[in-house]
């Protein structure tokens, strides 16, 4: 036998014959010892996403290509959506397929290539920042209910701003459109759109700011990555709606503004409601406003008709108050010849009842001064002396109820039931 790989010898020559899977899992060994982890750059081929979010490609370059598996977890850390033809690095594992003894790369990271150091400093920039509380939600402020105008800071030669300004014209013509004009992309871009920011907040003649650009890759965009650029955003006095790039795209001019869209137009829409929900508003209101007017004069005028018919005639007023008068006085002697009668027969009552409530509250004293006098009888000392018991006193009178208290030739006194004596200590004994 071949030993661990399960190859075995044959053939005059004594070449090894492998099964295929044991081919397979020494080469797979093999990579894993030489190559295993590896990192490839090349363009993208064939790209697909399964239902199991699995993604299947090729990478390729002009001296060959490689099959490449991504498996779900992996690819949900992506950061971009992959697509043909564009240039990534991937970071994975060689191995072999054993179902169809393809090598293939398992992908554990990919992003977009030549965009690596930018990416790096986004990412400190990003942690730097929101550390500070730069993106806390907490600051961000409301947008504008209705705005008495609005500001764009954008190129005057970028398609976004074609984008919101015809959004703007098409939900709200009546709200004025204020450009701050500012490059977009380029060394000096940064620069001009804080200064953009700075005059919108001094000039103070716009409710809320657009900072907008169409998509484009991270070196395009990266001026809206711009630390100064972020801590203007912050420092504005008015709100700003963040729309750069694709619904993809994040810049840290997004996470700094008040409010991130998609893109340009999503962030125009963002920022004023359409002129036909004010106007159907406006609608329902003056409508409400109709209808209680109307209810408040048909209100008056029955009010009137009463009155008026009240004072037509007025013996008839008169007359009514008159029997109304005489109802409430027919009332009052009923009323009061029926309370005589009620407390006539409760005084009737209580005549017959007081003489023996008074005989059993009587009968109820007595009782009490019976026992009384009973608990008194039995506190008596004179009901002790007479079963043989005696109480000793000193000749000042204080009583003495130990034998401590006395000495020999003490006089001291014995009451007794019927009488006292006279006695003097001869010996007292402590027991």
């Not at 003056?286 to 008709?305: E, F, H, M, T």
């Not at 006085?329 to 009737?348: I, K, M, N, Y």
Request: aromatic share 6%; glycine share 8%; with cysteine.
């Amino acid at each position: 036998m071949g030993g661990a790989s399960g190859a075995r010898a044959g053939g005059a020559a004594g070449v090894r014959i492998w099964p295929v899977g044991s081919l397979l899992r020494a080469i797979a060994d093999s990579l894993e010892a030489r190559f295993n982890p590896v990192a490839v750059q090349g363009e993208i081929s064939g790209f697909s996403r399964a239902a199991s979010g699995h993604c299947y490609f090729s990478l390729k370059d002009d001296q060959g290509q490689i099959r490449c598996a991504m498996f779900r977890r992996a690819a949900s850390l992506l950061d971009f959506a992959p697509r043909d033809g564009q240039m990534v690095e991937l970071r994975g594992r060689l191995g072999v397929y054993d179902a169809r003894g393809e090598l293939q790369l398992v992908v554990e990271s990919m992003r977009q290539a030549g965009q690596g150091s930018l990416f790096e400093q986004f990412l400190k920039l990003k942690a730097r920042l929101e550390a500070e509380g730069l993106f806390d939600s907490s600051r961000k402020r409301p947008l504008p209910v209705m705005p008495r105008a609005i500001g764009v800071v954008t190129s005057l030669g970028a398609a976004a701003l074609h984008d919101v300004v015809t959004a703007l014209q098409r939900r709200a013509p009546h709200i004025p459109v204020i450009i701050y004009p500012a490059s977009v992309q380029g060394g000096q871009a940064a620069g001009e759109l804080r200064e953009a920011l700075v005059k919108a907040g001094q000039r103070n003649e716009v409710d809320v700011l657009l900072l907008v650009r169409g998509g484009g890759a991270m070196e395009d965009l990266w001026a809206f990555n711009d630390e100064q650029l972020a801590r203007a955003i912050v420092a504005s006095p008015m709100p700003v709606v963040s729309g750069v790039g694709h619904e993809t795209d994040f810049t840290i001019a997004d996470f700094c503004a008040d409010m991130r869209a998609p893109t340009p137009t999503a962030a125009a829409e963002l920022s004023v409601q359409p002129q036909a929900v004010w106007l159907d508003a406006l609608g329902s209101v003056l409508s409400r406003l109709q209808n209680g007017v109307d209810r408040q004069l048909q209100s008056c005028n029955q009010r009137l008709d009463m009155v008026a018919s009240r004072f037509s005639r007025p013996s008839h007023f008169v007359t009514r108050q008159q029997a109304r008068l005489a109802a409430h006085a027919q009332d009052l002697q009923h009323a009061t010849r029926t309370a005589s009668v009620r407390f006539a027969g409760s005084l009737e009552a209580l005549e017959a009842k007081f003489p023996k409530a008074i005989a059993d509250a009587l009968q109820k004293q007595a009782g009490r001064l019976e026992n009384a006098q009973l608990r008194l009888d039995l506190l008596n000392p004179a009901l002790v002396l007479r079963r043989g018991y005696a109480w000793l006193t000193d000749v000042e009178g204080l009583a003495i109820t130990k034998a401590s208290q006395t000495h020999i030739g003490q006089a001291v006194r014995a009451t007794l039931a019927d009488g006292e004596v006279d006695l003097t200590v001869s010996a007292p004994r402590l027991i």
